[in-house]
């Protein structure tokens, strides 16, 4: 049996405020709570319905229909920022979280290590990132940061930083690379023209629109278009 | 000043069967707003917040911060089956409204003038499938209909039907053609039994993990690489 202090506990984790001040977050369902319990994270704790009662379930899901089961999962010490030759992902300033876990479950996809990610973009433990990932969060690694000097040491290192923007040029007639960075802007504003001005390429998804077709398109659509074309291509 | 029982009517359209019933459906904000005044559906009515107050808006609204106007659109009639030669999208099944608004913007900025999509798909005209299409909804022809019976009628024209299956073969090594349906299955699911013996051509987008990855890729994630890659090459 959970105490109703247990559960407002629970509950209070679907704020970044608790999620910060106790160090945990949660997860639910049977695949993610396996997920979890497979990857390096602590699981501090597994709650089944059949085990806490259907109501208390109900009270501690962030989920319409709960699930049958839940975990208290630790968050990781803040991961390490280490800059190998390789292809990485930034993202400035992304904000909905269904975009968030569409993206990280991408990267997870097309073989992206780390992520990184502006200080004010929505964190990878809120439950609807959690939930949207299908588990990615485990494994891809998140770094938050200041996203204008991470460009700033690809470009030191001699890595191209490729940013995505309505007056780039053509991704398909771009010559890519195999490493640097690719950077997705804000879900309304792009690239913030802090990061803008670190960007050594400048790439555009061409539209096919006959007459007047939509002003941009979805950020994690993006994502998903420029790195499949990354990976067919090099 | 809008009366309890229209404030009511208005409300009351964010369930399908209050908008099959009045044959009409709500838009929210400026932008998509003008995009229905631009378009060819019917403006049944428009209301301003400065007009009508703060507190009827945000009781008629179904964002969580209420838009400045929000408009009542005529449904159009059920769009007539016209199959041309050319590329179209199949949705078997989709569910959640972002995902559906999503691939309806995809659609529209990759020239995809006509979706057809499976009776038992969410319905376009949801607030939440209206709002994540951010205007598309208006520009792309949405056909409901029985979609293995479409998919025996691109054969019987001599079109392909592509399908994409976790058991397909690479999108990248596979020839394209420039006509013909492509189809994306249900987001739990895939593609149903019955259209699948209709598909003549299995795509698969191979995942670049290393080690343990994803199971799959978010349906709109997934439809955004494919029309890509067919855009790009055909």
């Known amino acids: 049996m959970l105490t109703n202090a247990e559960i407002k506990r629970l509950k209070s984790l679907r704020e970044k405020k608790f999620r910060d001040e106790y160090g945990q977050f949660v997860v639910e369902g049977e695949k993610l709570v396996q997920e979890a319990l497979e990857s390096g994270f602590e699981v501090s704790a597994v709650y089944r319905e059949c085990e806490i009662g259907t109501e208390a379930m109900s009270r501690i899901s962030s989920l319409s229909s709960p699930s049958p089961v839940l975990a208290l999962v630790n968050k990781p010490a803040p991961r390490k920022l280490e800059i190998e030759r390789g292809l990485y992902l930034g993202l400035d300033s992304i904000r909905d979280p269904g975009n968030m876990g569409t993206i990280l479950r991408l990267a997870d996809w097309f073989g992206i290590s780390t992520v990184f990610a ?9 439950p609807k990132v959690v939930q949207a990932s299908m588990g990615s969060i485990f494994r891809v690694k998140t770094v938050y940061c200041d996203l204008a000097e991470i460009c700033r040491r ?35 504003n792009g690239i913030s023209s802090e990061v803008r001005s670190e960007c050594s390429s400048r790439l555009f998804i061409p539209s096919f629109a006959k007459g007047k077709g939509p002003e941009s398109l979805n950020v994690a659509a993006a994502t998903a278009i420029i790195l499949s074309e990354f990976r067919r291509r090099v």
């Open 118 to 126: 502006s200080i004010d973009s929505v964190e990878i433990y809120n």
């Open 154 to 188: 690809f470009r030191i290192a001699d890595m191209p930083v490729y940013g995505t923007f309505l007056d780039g040029a053509s991704l398909y007639g771009t010559s890519l690379c195999d490493e640097g960075l690719i950077v997705m802007g804000n879900e309304a």
